[in-house]
Every structure is written in C-alpha cells, then in structure tokens.
C-alpha cells in the first residue's frame, strides 16, 4: 500500500514562494509517475505537474510553466513542488498523487495525499 503525505502549505503574499513535498512510502513501480494536483474551491481538480521517478518525463500546466518547478530527492523518497512567482489565482489545495505509469490524467493516479492548503493574497 502506498502512503503519501503532502507538507508545505501556508499562506503567503502574491510574488512569494513555498515549496510543498510530497513523502511517498510503500510500494513503487519503476516508470511511475508523481503528480502534483490542485484544487480550488468550486473548481474541479485540475493538474499541475508531473515527474516520472526513474526516466525523464516531466510536465507542466500551462498556468504554471517557468513558475513552478517540480524535483525529487537522491533518496527517491520525496517529491517536491517549488512554486515561485505566486498568484492569487493559485490559491487551492494542492494534492500530491501517484500513478503505475507515466500519465497526467487525474483519472489514472491511483494513490492520493490527503492535501495541503496554499492561499495566495493579493
């Protein structure tokens, strides 16, 4: 069974930065990916980054791309999300996932974290 455990969240002012991580223990699959997701108050969950852990894809919301930036520790324990340059329209909880293959596609993440709230004020 897989666990992950989002952390990071706060709030902080427009043009700030935090970075969330993501701790992900139990099993692991060799061309998985770690998604990050967010979602906004009446506002369906919507993708924001993904990194495969043992290859090179990664991928980013058009919203976020050159802002945000998506790694992993040597450990290969932790992902993180530093996010630079916030806006307020970034404010929402933010949910680490994991899936069995490279993807993006919310519907194919099979483990989820319980979430971490980034506000954004103007």
């Known amino acids: 069974q897989v666990q992950l455990v989002e952390s990071g969240g706060g709030l902080v002012q427009a043009g700030g930065s935090l970075r969330l991580s993501c701790s992900a223990s139990g099993r692991t699959f060799s061309n998985e990916a770690m998604g990050w997701f967010r979602q906004a108050p009446g506002k369906e969950r919507e993708f924001v980054a993904a990194?495969?852990?043992?290859?090179?894809?990664?991928q980013y919301a058009d919203s976020v791309k050159g802002r945000f930036t998506i790694s992993r520790d040597s450990a290969k324990t932790t992902v993180y999300l530093q996010m630079n340059t916030l806006k307020p329209e970034d404010t929402a909880v933010y949910y680490c996932?994991?899936?069995?293959?490279?993807?993006?596609?919310?519907?194919?993440?099979?483990?989820w974290g319980q979430g971490t709230q980034v506000t954004v004020s103007s």
């Open positions: 990194k495969q852990w043992s290859g090179g894809f990664i």
């Open positions: 996932a994991q899936a069995r293959y490279w993807t993006i596609s919310r519907a194919e993440y099979d483990y």
